[in-house]
């Protein structure tokens, strides 16, 4: 986004419009979603053609890789907020994607694992899946993204260390 000419009649306007804060095409969380929205561009058609949403991919692509999640823990690894959650795993079940049962250790709490209907719908997205993949690396580089991959994976290490030490203060 281009900055605008100042506008003399309206200095006043624009001078209580400025904060002292980087410009926000500079903004971190906003360069991280402009870039998570142009790599999920290349996804969204093949999830479509499956029948698949963005949040359901993400809760198959996790449950494919454990045998069985408790429910609070494939929320916080796929990144979903419970209700979201809730409301997207019903979806699952009746399209019976995946399979939920009573935790044997606790009764109040699900488990939740990926159904065999479930990984054939994946191994169908897979090709697509794996192709789109292929593009991105021929476009931006295979070692460009491996560094790419490396740096975001430092960073949320670096941040959640941050996180945990200011909480680690807060107890003292």
């Known amino acids: 986004m281009a900055k605008?000419?100042?506008d003399p009649a309206n200095a006043g306007a624009t001078a209580a419009r400025q904060v002292p804060m980087r410009d926000f095409s500079r903004s971190l969380p906003m360069s991280l979603l402009r870039a998570r929205e142009?790599?999920?561009?290349?996804?969204?058609?093949?999830l479509r053609e499956h029948g698949l949403t963005e949040q359901q991919w993400r809760i198959l692509r996790a449950l494919a890789a454990i045998e069985a999640a408790e429910v609070t823990e494939l929320a916080r690894t796929a990144f979903l907020l419970g209700p979201s959650l809730s409301r997207i795993l019903r979806d699952l079940e009746a399209r019976n994607l995946i399979e939920r049962k009573t935790a044997k250790a606790d009764l109040r709490?699900?488990?939740?694992?990926i159904s065999e209907k479930g990984v054939k719908l994946m191994a169908s997205v897979a090709p697509?899946?794996?192709?789109?993949?292929?593009?991105?690396?021929?476009?931006?580089?295979?070692?460009?993204?491996?560094?790419?991959?490396?740096?975001?994976?430092?960073?949320?290490?670096?941040?959640?260390?941050?996180?945990?030490?200011?909480e680690a203060i807060a107890e003292e």
Do not use: H, N
């Open 109 to 113: 709490r699900s488990m939740v694992s």
């Open 4 to 6: 605008r000419p100042a």
């Open 38 to 46: 142009a790599v999920m561009r290349q996804f969204r058609p093949s």
């Open 128 to 166: 697509s899946s794996e192709a789109i993949y292929s593009e991105i690396t021929r476009r931006y580089g295979a070692r460009k993204l491996a560094e790419l991959q490396d740096m975001l994976a430092e960073l949320e290490r670096s941040l959640a260390e941050l996180g945990a030490s200011d």
